[in-house]
């Protein structure tokens, strides 16, 4: 028996051999539950959240393995449009500079391949006077077809906004190398980081203005040593010092916290952020007091570290200390 459905141009029987129904189409029903499911979750997804998504969504119940299949489908093909866009970086990169931002291309001459990229927007030199001059920087490893390590840049508002100012992408590892490569473009593309601390404004004076040389006036509060915030890296660490010797490293609270559960255990870094945030000397002893009768070894651990690198209270005795308006940690790059 014939019917008058067309499949592919042509009429079909209305079973198949067998006398079985004819299977449903759903390869394009359900193109669309990949990518909600993709914007919701930071993990990658997984067949049990796209049944999930299309029984909450749709209501309908559909066999696990099809679902599997989808998401293979779907992640086959968005490896693609990343690969393809890969091929689109030295483009983008031209474009970028075009519209008057800092990028900065390495490359090997021999095989032609990109090892190290650095980008700043050109409009991050007029809004630095709505921000605290405070920068915080961390690295991560990418995931994805493209592996590398990112070492980014960021900076916080009055209202505890965070945003990213500059990043650079290397193939290789975080070391001295590659901090001293995004260091000296950060500097070059940030024209107040040029400029060393103006001793007279210590002294209340903050006349005239220091000035570029291109005649741009810079806002005096990023005139003092600018505080950069960042984990104990040492090739970081080092970097800064010579990259930028006139301005103030912090160490991150949040790292040495880490660094110390994982050495002594939970107990003995429980108040590693306390000490941190903390004005007054007296509860600043106190609490390390409380540190050295559950593990000395964690005590002369926070000891070694130079107290104007991390303790609030260094604050309160020195006022040669530039503002960091009570940040204390890296999070904000992370």
Known sequence: KKSNFQHFGQNRNETANGGRRWKKRRKGMYSGVYESVATRKVAPPEPKDLMKTVQNDL??????????????????????????????????????????????VVRDEESKRIERI????????????????VIACDAAAMKGP?????????????????????????????????WNFANKNLKDA???????????MENGNTEPLSQSNSGEIHDPVWQHDVCFIGDRDKGMAASFREVFPNHHVLNCAE???????????????????????????????????????????????????????WRSSEWVQRNNLPPRFGMVTSNSAE
């Open 255 to 309: 790292h040495i916290k880490a660094n110390v559960q994982q050495r002594f255990g939970q107990q003995a870094a429980k108040d590693v952020i306390a000490i941190s945030k903390s004005f007054s000397t007296r509860q600043e002893d106190h609490l390390l007091g409380l540190i050295q009768k559950r593990c000395a070894r964690a005590h002369n651990y926070l000891l070694v570290i130079p107290p104007n690198l």
């Open 118 to 133: 650095f980008f700043c927007p050109g409009y991050i030199t007029n809004i630095l006077n709505c921000v605290r001059p």
């Open 190 to 200: 940030i024209p107040a980081l040029q400029f060393p601390r103006n001793d007279n």
């Open 146 to 178: 493209g592996k590398g390590i990112i070492l980014t840049y960021s900076v916080q508002t009055a209202t505890n906004e965070n945003y990213i100012i500059a990043f650079a992408i290397t193939h290789q590892n975080e070391d001295k190398e590659n």
């Open 59 to 104: 209501g309908q119940i559909i066999p696990y393995y099809e679902l599997y299949r989808l998401l293979k489908r779907e992640q086959g093909s968005h490896q693609e449009q990343l690969l393809r866009s890969y091929q689109m970086i030295i483009p983008y990169l031209r474009n970028l500079e075009d519209l008057n931002a800092k990028v900065s």
